[in-house]
T-cell receptor, first 111, second 113 residues
């Protein structure tokens, strides 16, 4: 069983829909990361959080430490949101830099 | 904005060749990383470095080595390329400390024939 599990693996949506991607982990963490990877390979860090909720534009990330679960929400989705979204966790010190990655959720948003 | 630059987007090499993948970052970050990404497996850490001339093995270091002679540059070396090293290779950097995000390069898609 993977230490970081994402669901769903694939997601299709119509433009304007509200989208939720889930991430569950089974290890202790110091932080959780949400990353975005567009076709072609480059990865962008969207959020890093260790508690509560963060918002950036139409993106919201939440984390529940007790339940070892995080969600990434996209409001008013747009075709340019089509990408692979990756959840990753940083273990506690001294292994903070040895991130553990989920296998990603592929999102396609159609006009 | 932080820029992490990988020297090649696509690379095709023959089995047994020595391969160098170069990565340069422009934000004076202490920590640099090399990952490979394969379908269904996610990103896996090959090596990372905390400082010049420092290196630490990641989860899959076999068949690879690294070099960090200058703070801004972190090189991944495949001593004798094999077909099972065909993959997407991603470099990343971050400043020291737990509260810093990773900054990734655009990746190098390596094919070993």
């Amino acid at each position: 069983k993977n230490e970081v599990e994402q669901s769903p693996q694939n997601l299709t949506a119509q433009e304007g829909e509200f989208i939720t991607i889930n991430c569950s982990y089974s290890v202790g963490i110091s932080a959780l990361h949400w990353l975005q990877q567009h076709p072609g390979g480059g990865i962008v860090s969207l959020f890093m959080l260790s508690s509560g909720k963060k918002k950036h534009g139409r993106l919201i990330a939440t984390i529940n430490i007790q339940e070892k679960h995080s969600s990434l929400h996209i409001t008013a989705s747009h075709p340019r949101d089509s990408a692979v979204y990756i959840c990753a966790v940083s273990p506690p010190k001294p292994n903070t830099d040895k991130l553990i990655f989920g296998t990603g959720t592929r999102l396609q948003v159609f006009p | 904005d932080v820029k992490v630059t990988q020297s090649s987007r696509y690379l095709v090499k023959r089995t047994g060749e020595k391969v160098f993948l170069e990565c340069v970052q422009d934000m004076d970050h202490e920590n640099m990383f090399w990952y490979r990404q394969d379908p269904g497996l996610g990103l896996r850490l090959i090596y990372f470095s905390y400082d010049v001339k420092m290196k630490e093995k990641g989860d899959i270091p076999e068949g690879y080595s690294v070099s960090r002679e200058k703070k801004e540059r972190f090189s991944l070396i495949l001593e004798s390329a094999s077909t099972n090293q065909t993959s997407m290779y991603l470099c990343a950097s971050r400043t020291d400390g737990t509260a810093s995000p990773l900054h990734f390069g655009n990746g190098t898609r390596l094919t070993v024939t």
